[in-house]
C-alpha cells in the first residue's frame, strides 16, 4: 500500500465518520477517523458477505457510501453494548 491509498483510505474514514455521527450522533476528528476505518471494514464485509451491489459506477462514492453504512452499524453495535 503506497501513500497515496493511505490518504485515500483515511480520507474515506474521516468522511464516513463524519456522515455518521452526522446521522447517529456523535463528535471530534479521531473518532469520525476510528468509526468511520472500522466502519469501512465492516461495511465491506457485509457488502460482501451478502452479495449486496449498490450500483454505484463512481468507485470512491461507493466506498464512501459502504463505509458510511458500515460505520452507522457500527456506532449503534457500540451503543447496544454500552
Same mark, same amino acid.
Given at each position: 500500500?503506497?501513500?497515496?491509498?493511505?490518504?485515500?483510505?483515511?480520507? *474515506?474514514? *474521516?468522511i464516513?465518520g463524519?456522515?455518521?455521527?452526522?446521522?447517529?450522533?456523535?463528535?471530534?476528528?479521531?473518532?469520525?477517523?476510528?468509526?468511520?476505518?472500522?466502519?469501512?471494514?465492516?461495511?465491506?464485509?457485509?457488502?460482501?458477505?451478502?452479495?449486496?451491489?449498490?450500483?454505484?459506477?463512481? #468507485?470512491?462514492?461507493? #466506498?464512501?457510501?459502504? !463505509?458510511?453504512?458500515? !460505520?452507522?452499524?457500527?456506532?449503534l !453495535? !457500540?451503543?447496544?453494548?454500552?
Amino acid at each position: 500500500m503506497d501513500t497515496r491509498n493511505l490518504v485515500i483510505m483515511l480520507f *474515506i474514514g *474521516i468522511i464516513a465518520g463524519w456522515l455518521a455521527s452526522f446521522i447517529v450522533g456523535g463528535g471530534g476528528l479521531i473518532r469520525y477517523l476510528v468509526t468511520g476505518l472500522i466502519g469501512s471494514f465492516a461495511g465491506g464485509f457485509l457488502f460482501n458477505y451478502f452479495g449486496i451491489s449498490l450500483g454505484i459506477n463512481n #468507485e470512491i462514492v461507493r #466506498e464512501i457510501v459502504v !463505509a458510511t453504512i458500515g !460505520a452507522v452499524l457500527v456506532v449503534l !453495535a !457500540a451503543r447496544l453494548i454500552a
